[in-house]
């Protein structure tokens, strides 16, 4: 067993490491950034009854299966949309499930994804996340409400 590691009395192993920090020049956002991203995140679901959800990082050898195995990992996947974006790929795609492809059509979503890839262009990366969501919020429009 390596240094620090000892098998407990329930037989599960358990190990000490050392702890490093993580430097902010791997971070993509900072912690305001991060705040505005999750309210406009937040802005976008309230108001349309959809569950917005972002993705960013390496999307793979195949970006689209990836994005949907991603997007099926969402709880209530069918009135979900996924925005991936892999920076370092060049790839943005939206994904809506079944029950949000009825609200939010191809052509919404490819002028929202237009939007965001012209912000990136400027290495806006917040900006475009930001307008995107806002885009497809508007797109989608307001709540359902049911009718009893």
């Known amino acids: 067993m390596p240094v620090g590691a000892v098998v407990t009395a329930s037989g599960r192993v358990s190990a000490a490491e050392v702890f490093h920090e993580v430097s902010r020049a791997d971070q993509p956002f900072t912690p ?5 991203l ?7 679901s309230r108001e349309s009854g959809l ?5 960013l ?8 299966a990836r994005v949907a195995e991603l ?11 996924l925005v991936a974006v892999s920076p370092g790929q060049r790839v943005v795609e939206v994904l809506s499930g079944a029950g949000a492809r009825m609200r939010l059509p191809d052509r ?7 939007s965001m890839v012209a912000s990136f262009r ?9 307008s995107g969501l ?7 429009g307001g709540r359902r409400r049911r009718v009893h």
């Open 32 to 36: 305001v950034q991060l705040s505005r």
């Open 38 to 44: 999750d309210e406009a995140l937040t802005l976008a």
């Open 51 to 55: 569950l917005f959800s972002v993705y």
């Open 57 to 64: 990082g390496d999307l793979g050898d195949n970006p689209t």
């Open 71 to 81: 997007h099926d990992q969402l709880e209530g996947s069918s009135d979900a949309v």
């Open 108 to 114: 919404g979503a490819k002028l929202a994804v237009m």
């Open 122 to 130: 400027e290495s806006d990366l917040l900006g475009g996340l930001l």
């Open 134 to 140: 806002r885009m497809l919020a508007d797109q989608a």
